[in-house]
Nanobody
Framework: QVHLVESGGGSVQAGGSLRLSCAVP????????MAWFRQAPGKEREGVAV???????YYADSVRGRFINYRDNAENTFYLQMNRLKLEDTAMYYC???????????????????WGQGTQVTVSS
């Protein structure tokens, strides 16, 4: 179910940057695991990054060193800073929340009960 509110997608040239935001409503409590997934046309949804209440962050090999997943606990919002974007980063990006038990790598979409509506990221040459 869609409960989280995403923003920040768009179109950018290769090498550029975007920041995605995901706001968690106040009625969702105890969901310490925050993750980002993406899905390109014709491909399965894949985990991009996951953060367990600031204790640990995991990244997909394809984005490690370019993307940063962080959270602002005061505003109940988490972010995905995407730098040095590549053509292959083009996809629909989704944020998701779950309890700490979901914070494993590789992260599994089925473990997440709260989702954002998705935001499109398009990288062009």
């Amino acid at each position: 179910q869609v409960h989280l509110v995403e923003s920040g997608g768009g179109s950018v040239q290769a090498g550029g940057s975007l920041r995605l935001s995901c706001a968690v409503p106040g009625y969702i409590r105890g969901m310490n695991c925050m993750a980002w997934f993406r899905q390109a046309p014709g491909k399965e949804r894949e985990g991009v990054a996951v953060n367990n209440f600031g204790l640990a962050t995991y990244y997909a090999d394809s984005v490690r060193g370019r993307f940063i997943n962080y959270r602002d606990n005061a505003e109940n919002t988490f972010y995905l800073q995407m730098n040095r974007l590549k053509l292959e980063d083009t996809a629909m990006y989704y944020c998701a929340a779950a309890n700490s038990g979901a914070c494993n790598w590789p992260v599994a979409p089925a473990d997440f009960g709260y989702w954002g509506q998705g935001t499109q990221v398009t990288v062009s040459s």
